[in-house]
Nanobody
Framework: QVQLVESGGGLVQAGGSLRLSCVAS????????MGWFRQAPGKEREFVAAITWSWSAGSTDYSDSVKGRFTISRDNAKNTVYLQMNSLKPEDTAVYYC?????????????????WGQGTQVTVSS
């Protein structure tokens, strides 16, 4: 069993920054891919960013809506993945979820991930 716990959410003004963290515990593996998804009220869950494993650095992928503003990274020694969010916009307001798993086909699909956190709220005011 793997548990994921997100933190770092909160209220921030447009243009501000937040860094989300997701700590994994239990039987974790450094070769799991990890990702961030978000869900706004009344909307479907959407892909934000993902990172794969490598000895030096993981390969990353971002949705078009956050590319250039958000940065995903991981620290395998701490079993932690981060999402640095800069230049935040009101449309970034959502509950953010981290995920981990043995992604096989598409890092952008939530169904590819095996484990999910409970989410952390990010609210961006105008």
């Amino acid at each position: 069993q793997v548990q994921l716990v997100e933190s770092g959410g909160g209220l921030v003004q447009a243009g501000g920054s937040l860094r989300l963290s997701c700590v994994a515990s239990g039987r974790t593996f450094s070769w799991y891919a990890m990702g961030w998804f978000r869900q706004a009220p009344g909307k479907e869950r959407e892909f934000v960013a993902a990172i794969t494993w490598s000895w030096s650095a993981g390969s990353t992928d971002y949705s078009d809506s956050v590319k250039g503003r958000f940065t995903i990274s991981r620290d395998n020694a701490k079993n932690t993945v981060y999402l640095q969010m800069n230049s935040l916009k009101p449309e970034d307001t959502a509950v953010y979820y981290c995920a981990a798993g043995r992604v096989r086909l598409n890092y952008r699909l939530g169904s590819e991930y095996d484990y999910w956190g409970q989410g952390t709220q990010v609210t961006v005011s105008s």
